[in-house]
């Protein structure tokens, strides 16, 4: 007879153990592209006539490299987009990128420096145009480069066509309502260079400023609750004299504690707390104190301007502070922010005397011609001679420049386009569809209705260059701003086919040919007008732009995924655009994500050093390591990273890869045909299978709620504590040692076979690289599809066990645990070396333990203790107790002889002269 091979069937597989992530993810990528993956993937789902989930991309500025925000943002966007397609769902990712505004134009002026003031604006807007395509292309690789899937070859640009096309038909909508308006609104003002500033253009240095304490008489005490009488000043302190002019009215805070004082023949109302301090500053000493109200009780006073003749409203303000002055705040709506804001809740008048180079106009008369700073003296002389002054000083403070010509610069109220908030029910509108949304972060509904209530109208012009016109001509004769159907549908027509360089190339006679006439007076001397749209409105119209403009898309979307900053921002833009439009809300659930934060919790500054860089990472680790973070930790909350983190979760990716592996190794002679039937398996078999399906139907719901940590978490504690150190461990005798086609190696292996099929694809929606490699090394016949993106989730189910079953296993968990326990302690005292050396004695009086104990065979026990014997010492009268009722465990060394092959050490060992170093047990299961 011829000798059988003793060899065991060691597990094996080409599956590297070192993933070398950041060399080969981008050949995984490079495949996908190759294979169209993502353009099959969509293929297939409509043949499949798959219902569609649609994650509207926000987007992302088209300016510099990635950074750690946009990478979780990404990533948990591709986890969704991912984890949607395995559900059977046609879920197509269009990415999106916002490339107009003054971030762009101002980086393109720098680098053109002296010679941007000979460009033309088409000149210009070319160049801004080609910034923020070469933005647009970096951004793009570096988001493929973190394994993002989607449609990179046509993504989603507001400066495209027939996204502005889109914009057109939004305003024009929003215009027929009564949304749109012009009105006044103060903006940064350089009197020297004559031009409106942004925000970004203003530059503050110190500045000398004459300040002055300023007595307005009240006139009307009989709509306020505190009734200090005429005679009585209301005291305001302010360092711009020359906005006195334009002063409309008086804010207290409505909190604050505010007196009525007596002294120097005058009555004078400051707040409290500055008594001292105006003392001090205006030499009237001893003030007496005649009576105490808040704020909010002098609300609605009227006072008489000290030299217009004009009465100042006395409001309430919560930004009014105690720090300097007399806590009652001189308000003038065209030359301030928050006057403005004011002004806009109090329905004030908004002023703005002066006109682009910082003189007064004749709107303040007495002045006329003056220029603001100069007139500052003549102000205080005005001030004196009206008997109002009650002091005045130079200071030295903070104040904002121009960034160009380094003058000092003014607020100045312009004519700017707004979409109302009151019109048409607009505001009423909006919250009501905030309610028809589910707001996924708990305080989500709150926080983005209290923006909405306490929004001002949206200013939604600017007078900029690269942008998208507001589709709006002027009469140069009579003023009229001219927007008409047969206007619109001009423009419509020309934006359609140049993008909105054609308005800034045409003329408007060019554009508009025989309508070119104002619908007010006649005239034909029409210009086009020269502001842009805020690039809020641009991204604020994508629902439309490229929802309703794309046929793999539709509207609404289900889902927008950002920061928590956008409730002030698109989540807002794109609600107030959808109202406006549509009046429906643009998107049915909204979920935001924290900011991700140094480990000690601190936001990412420059200043502070602590910027973690994204691009970095991946060359270090690989872009998988990134998405495993990205899924570690709850993302609405705020996100921790740093090399302590990173390098918790390289461990736990170890640990995943080498699970994956072993599983890859363990099937390497398995076959389709090889396959047990559920009911053949073994009991243990069918736990680690109803394991299994436990974990899988809860990672299912955890996607589905958006607790990816809490997929990681189990995920990795499956991974690690069920399969790696117990179901494994277990299975080796039988994988290695058992007869290679007999059932119970072929039992192991099919389930070992279905963990890894439906485990890699649980995790692929988080390690999108991993999961795809792991993939092709499972042996072709064994999978459907090439890559795994392209497969669904198992639809049908391992089946469960009953609970009474389940709470068994893990009783006897725990007895296998207490076993373990006595043998290590033995492996201690160095009685043994290892577990197979032992055998165990299990002594007990309970009568549920011994119910357990009997359903399972004395070699399934040993082999799920890993030991070489075991035996029981029940007690006579068992009883319904505890299952650790009388326990007593004893691990002492075998007898027997340690079988060469399967390392047990049996009495068996030498029966067969053929094979004397082998147990029986082994012999039988050779061949
Ligand atoms: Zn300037
Ligand atoms: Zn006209
Ligand atoms: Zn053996």
């Not at 069937?9 to 590297?16: G, N, R, V």
């Not at 993008?499 to 554009?511: L, N």
């Not at 340690?898 to 039988?924: H, I, M, T």
């Amino acid at each position: 007879m011829e000798k059988k091979d003793t060899a065991i069937h060691m597990p094996k597989t080409d599956f590297p153990m070192k993933g070398n992530l950041n060399q080969r993810e981008p050949e995984f990528y490079k495949k996908w592209e190759d294979d169209k993956v993502y353009e099959n993937l969509l293929e297939k789902r409509k043949k499949e006539n798959a219902p569609s989930y649609i994650l509207h991309d926000g987007p992302p500025y088209a300016n510099g490299n990635i950074h750690m925000g946009h990478t979780l943002n990404k990533v948990l966007k591709d986890i969704v987009v991912r984890y949607r397609s395995f559900k059977g769902y046609y879920s197509p990712y269009v990415p999106g990128w916002d490339c107009h505004g003054m971030p762009i134009e101002h980086k393109v002026a720098e680098n053109l420096g002296s010679r941007a003031k000979t460009m033309t604006k088409p000149e210009i807007r070319r160049l801004c145009h080609e910034y923020a395509m070469k933005y647009v292309k970096l951004q793009g690789d570096q988001f493929k480069r973190l394994g993002i899937m989607g449609d990179w070859e046509n993504p989603y640009l507001t400066l495209n066509k027939e996204y502005e096309t889109k914009m057109v038909d939004i305003f024009w909508e929003m215009y027929k309502k009564g949304l749109v308006y012009r009105g006044l609104k103060p903006v940064y003002w350089c009197c020297r260079c004559e031009t409106a500033l942004a925000e970004a253009e203003v530059e503050y240095a110190d500045h000398k400023s004459t300040s002055v304490f300023v007595k307005f008489k009240i006139k009307d005490d009989s709509k306020s609750k505190a009734k200090p009488g005429k005679d009585t000043y209301v005291v305001i302190w302010t360092t711009t004299p020359w906005t006195l002019p334009a002063n409309v009215a008086i804010a207290l805070h409505p909190d604050f504690d505010y007196a009525v004082y007596e002294g120097a023949g005058e009555k004078y109302i400051l707040a409290k707390g500055l008594k001292t301090q105006f003392e001090e500053k205006t030499g009237i000493s001893g003030l007496k104190e005649i009576s105490v109200f808040k704020g909010k009780d002098l609300e609605r006073a009227v006072c008489q301007h000290p030299f217009v003749d004009r009465d100042s409203l006395v409001i309430n303000a919560d930004y009014v502070t105690l720090e300097t002055g007399t806590g009652c705040v001189h308000i003038a709506p065209g030359h301030g922010h928050e006057d403005y804001v004011a002004g806009l809740k109090y329905n004030l008048q908004i002023l703005n005397p002066v006109d682009a180079c910082g003189r007064y106009t004749n709107e303040f008369e007495m002045m006329k011609g003056e220029h603001v700073f100069a007139a500052n003296e003549k102000i205080v002389e005005l001030l004196k001679e009206k008997n109002v002054l009650l002091a005045q000083e130079q200071i030295t403070h903070s104040y904002a420049h121009c960034w160009r010509c380094k003058s000092p610069i003014i607020y100045r109220a312009t004519n700017q386009w707004f979409i109302s908030m009151e019109k048409d029910n607009f505001r009423a509108q909006a919250l009501n569809e905030v309610k028809n949304v589910k707001w996924f972060n708990e305080w989500g509904e709150d926080r983005i209705t209290k923006m909405i209530s306490g929004r001002p109208d949206w200013c939604i012009s600017r007078q900029r260059s690269w942008g998208v016109p507001i589709f709006v001509f002027t009469c140069k004769d009579c003023g009229e701003s001219i927007v008409t159907e047969k206007t619109i549908a001009k423009v419509r027509a020309l934006i359609k086919e140049e993008g909105s360089d054609g308005w800034f190339k045409h003329s408007a006679k060019e554009i508009l040919g025989d309508d070119c006439k104002c619908p007010k007076c006649g005239s034909d001397n029409v210009d086009r007008g020269s502001d842009i749209f805020d690039v809020w409105f641009d991204s604020g119209a994508s629902s439309f732009s490229v929802l309703e403009t794309r046929d793999d898309l539709s509207w609404p979307a289900d889902l927008y995924l950002e920061g928590s900053d956008q409730y002030r921002g698109w989540f807002q833009s794109s609600l107030l655009a959808a109202v406006g439009f549509k009046g429906k809300a643009p998107y049915k659930s909204v979920i935001s994500t924290g900011w991700v934060v140094d480990g000690q919790g601190r936001a990412m500054h420059k200043s502070l050093g602590n910027v973690i860089d994204p691009l970095s990472l991946i060359k270090k680790g690989g872009a998988d390591l990134l998405r495993l973070w990205v899924a570690s930790e709850d993302f609405t909350t705020d996100q921790p990273i740093s090399d302590e983190i990173m390098s918790r979760v390289t461990d736990s990716y170890r640990r995943i890869r080498n699970t994956f592996r072993y599983m890859l190794s363990a099937v390497n002679d398995f076959k389709k045909e090889d396959m047990v039937p559920y009911e053949e398996l073994s009991s243990f078999d069918k736990y680690a299978l109803h394991k299994m399906q436990v974990l899988l139907d809860s990672l299912d719901n955890y996607y589905e709620n958006f607790e990816f940590y809490r997929v990681y978490r189990e995920f990795s504690n499956f991974c690690s504590l069920f399969l790696s150190s117990y179901y494994f461990d277990v299975l080796k005798d039988r994988l290695y040692t058992f007869k290679s086609d007999g059932k119970q190696r072929r039992g192991a292996q099919t389930v070992i076979y279905k963990m890894l099929i439906n485990l890699t694809k649980a995790i692929a929606p988080v390690l999108a690289f991993t999961a795809d490699e792991v993939w092709q090394f499972i042996p072709q016949e064994l999978r459907n599809e090439s890559h795994i993106q392209l497969e669904k989730w198992t639809v049908e189910k391992e089946p469960l066990l009953d609970a009474q079953t389940v709470e068994e296993w893990e009783t006897f968990n725990k007895l296998r645990d207490a076993a373990l326990k006595k043998i290590e302690d033995k492996r201690k005292e160095k009685l043994i070396s290892h577990p197979y050396e032992a055998v165990v004695n299990i002594k007990y009086a309970s009568a549920k333990l011994d119910r357990i104990l009997k359903k399972l065979s004395k070699e399934e026990v040993e082999q799920m203790i890993i030991i070489s014997g075991v035996s029981y010492s029940p007690a006579e009268k068992l009883e319904e107790k505890e299952w650790d009722f009388g326990l007593e465990i004893t691990a002492s060394k075998s007898e027997g002889i340690k079988c060469e092959r399967c390392w047990r050490y049996v009495d068996a060992v030498g029966k067969d002269s053929e094979y004397p170093g082998l147990c029986s047990r082994c012999v039988e299961n050779l061949g």
